[in-house]
């Protein structure tokens, strides 16, 4: 049976990147013969983000949900995946550093009976074709051991922004979700180990793109304290 795929693209004045990445989505969607929608979740672009994107889809499949000012990536993942219908969902970063293709390195996971399978960067069989800057690749480093010291163990790779999950398993998990920004990643994969889900990392073809919204010493503080965070929410019930 063919899945319904929704495809979750979080965007922040992403107008100048998407008509690089959208071409290649618009293809590959055409080529399969299951039903999609792709839902672009704006985080209140200042730019033509909405309009770009339906220059290449139009209304058909598309749903536009626009936030009124910038709340963070967290918040528009969630509200994308709060918004699809579609059994299965697939997040990906507006830039495709994971091309569209891995998808169906992620799905047979699902097929199998993984709740949640995500891409990582970091196992042996990963594809890294283009790398970060040696100081990223640090900071990345450094994050992935306080995660493991503060919140979970378990993954190697929490931030690859490309994730595939059956909906119906995750729905509640999002609507309990909290973390606005880059950390909502760890967030979710807490609350996914709390309930019990299935979860698959899979190692995935990725490429570093220049124009990286993370600026290194705000959002590293940033993401540090949302760990702290996520524990407190926990610890107060928030979460129940």
């Given amino acids: 049976m063919n899945p ?17 990445t959208l071409p290649a989505l618009r293809k590959f969607l055409e080529e399969q013969n299951f039903t999609w929608e792709v839902i672009l979740s704006d985080d209140g672009s200042s730019d033509q983000t909405l ?17 009124p000012k910038n709340r963070g990536k967290g918040f528009a993942v969630r509200q994308g995946v709060l918004a699809a219908k579609g059994e299965i969902c697939l997040l990906s970063d507006a830039d495709f550093s994971t091309p569209i293709q891995d998808f169906f390195k992620l799905y047979p996971l699902i097929q199998d009976g993984y709740d949640i399978s995500i891409g ?24 992935n051991k306080f995660v493991k010291i503060i919140v979970l163990e378990g993954f190697i790779d929490t931030q690859c ?15 309990k979700m909290r973390i606005d920004r ?3 990643d760890v967030e979710f994969l807490y609350l996914a180990q709390k309930s019990n889900l299935k ?3 899979t190692p995935v073809e990725w490429h570093n793109v220049l124009e990286s919204r993370v600026r290194i010493v705000q959002d590293s503080l940033g993401m540090l304290k949302d760990l702290f965070q996520i524990k407190i929410n926990d610890f107060l019930g928030k979460y129940n």
């Avoid at 990582?120 to 994050?143: C, H, K």
């Fill in 51 to 67: 309009e770009v994107t339906s220059e290449y889809f139009g209304d058909e499949g598309l749903v536009k949900i626009s936030a």
């Fill in 4 to 20: 319904f795929l929704s495809i979750i693209i979080p965007a922040y004045n992403e107008a100048s990147r998407l008509p690089r």
């Fill in 182 to 184: 880059f950390s909502f």
């Fill in 161 to 175: 922004g490309f994730k595939c999950f059956r909906r119906e398993k995750v729905t509640k998990i999002f609507e």
């Fill in 120 to 143: 990582s960067r970091s196992l042996p069989d990963s594809n890294v074709t283009i790398r970060q800057a040696w100081y990223r690749e640090g900071m990345g480093r450094a994050f």
């Fill in 199 to 201: 979860i698959s990392e």
